[in-house]
């Protein structure tokens, strides 16, 4: 396990955020830990799954980081997928 930071946002935030994730965390996690500051604060929860994209594309809940292939202050987008 290696823990490596992200910057983050949330699609409904203005802020980016520094997130430290481990490279064993799924993208569902990793969408957890960034909602976890922001829905709540700033962003209104919702009944709706969270989803990740990076690199201009979603990516699947069940990969990890690693899988991904992101690394150190990659940027991930937060959004409610609805």
Do not use: W
């Amino acid at each position: 396990m290696a823990m490596l930071p992200l910057t983050a946002a949330h699609k409904e935030d203005f802020v980016v955020l520094l997130v430290p994730v481990e490279d064993t965390d799924t993208i569902a996690q990793v969408a957890e830990k960034v909602a976890a500051h922001t829905v709540g604060v700033r962003v209104a929860s919702r009944n709706a799954p969270l989803r990740i994209r990076c690199r201009g594309q979603v990516q699947p809940d069940h990969l990890t980081v690693a899988e991904v292939g992101l690394e150190p202050m990659d940027f991930v987008e937060v959004f409610y997928d609805e």
